[in-house]
């Protein structure tokens, strides 16, 4: 179903691609939305002015996941439905929940997908998600919420664990 | 007893008892052969009876001949067997006498022979002995004699060995305590040190433990242990958690 002029967009039914993980891009995003929309402006402008020059917007591979994920064609948007959607896309930019996730190793891409998957799929649908490092977790997970902080790291664990570690290094110490 | 005493005296018949001619002619021919009949069966079991009478008695009279006739034969078999007894314990007894005093002729000899033999050795070794004695007396005078020289050479050696050993015995024994008072003083210092060192390291221990184990855990796991195996391990915890980032989203 392709999106036609006069739809309503609602920033809460958006669906977020996989590709689409951070603040940065989400704001990367939505600054591509705003240009491409510029560009056709300006080629809609140019064209009543008789101006042809045709222009062919090339999407990256980030929005391009996007419209596709929410059936939204941009080249055939009115001005109107374009200025609704870039607006509906500045609320996402703004509600969308961040949960911030810090690990002890650099997070590879494949991984960081399937954890935000997961996370779009059991938490929220557009979940924003930003990743941190900190050695010092050793392993597992640091999450952060809005309002919680969710320690899932081997750190915490060992600290959980300390008296048990003392009493056991005292004991083989005799 | 009788053997035909049952039977009836025979009596002579007269002439003048005898039947007449007319008797005779009376008495029919087949009376006469019942008559005769008659007497033969009473002259039958007369003889039979006889016989039975005759056999009990004999039977009575072998019996008793027996009995006594047993009685007789054993007194005199035991009579015999008294006689044969005391004739050949007597017999035995002299074969005993006579051979015991051959016996004891012949050990009296033995005896003698022994005695002698024995009043023999005894002499030769009491020879034997005094020669040994005075042997054994002249040697051991020899090595009294010996010994005593030996003695007072030794004596004069030892006196002088024993004077050296005392010398050098107080010498070592001042050195022993000098030494054992410098052991303990360094006994001393080293335990003390120890005992400083091993409190340095039990607090420097206890300090760092859990950076220690930190350390060793990230040394051990840290590149080995990427985020890739951890995924599943993360994803458990965080289903764990699930609704509580659900409710803190959501609020």
Known sequence: MTKTASVAYQYSDFKLPPSTASKIEMARLVHEVEWIDHELTTTSVRSKAGIHKHVEPVFSEQLRDFLDENKVSLIELSGRDRDQLIKQLRLLKEKAPVIHMTFATTADSESLQQLIAWVRESIHPQAIVAVGMQPALVAGVYIRTPNRVHDLSLRSQLEGSHDVLVKSLEALRG | ?251
């Open chain 2, 1 to 251: 007893m009788g053997l035909f005493s049952n039977s009836k005296p025979v009596q002579k018949r007269t002439s003048s008892d005898g039947p007449s001619q007319s008797d005779r002619n009376f008495i029919s021919k087949a009376i006469r052969k019942e008559l005769r009949e008659h007497a033969r069966e009473y002259l039958e079991k007369a003889l039979a009876d006889n016989v039975a009478h005759f056999k009990r008695d004999l039977h009575v009279t072998v019996d008793e001949i027996n009995t006594e006739l047993k009685d007789h034969v054993t007194k005199r078999v035991d009579a015999t067997i008294d006689d044969i007894n005391t004739e050949l314990r007597k017999h035995i007894t002299k074969q005993l006498d006579d051979q015991l005093t051959e016996y004891k002729k012949a050990l009296k000899g033995a005896q003698d022979v022994a005695l002698q033999s024995v009043i023999r050795s005894a002499q030769v070794v009491r020879e034997q002995h005094e020669r040994l004695s005075e042997t054994l007396q002249k040697d051991i005078a020899d090595q009294k004699l010996t010994f005593a020289e030996t003695f007072r050479a030794n004596k004069t050696k030892l006196d002088k060995l024993h004077e050296t050993q005392e010398a050098a015995l107080t010498s070592i024994s001042a050195t022993a305590a000098q030494l054992e008072e410098q052991h303990q003083h360094l006994d001393n210092l080293v335990e003390k040190n120890i005992d400083k060192q091993k409190a340095v390291l039990v607090k420097a221990f206890d300090e760092n433990m859990a950076s220690v184990v930190e350390h060793y855990l990230l040394e051990a796991l840290g590149e080995q242990y990427g985020l890739k195996s951890q995924l599943p391990a993360i994803i458990k915890q965080m289903e764990a958690n699930k609704q509580a980032m659900v409710d803190d989203i959501t609020l």
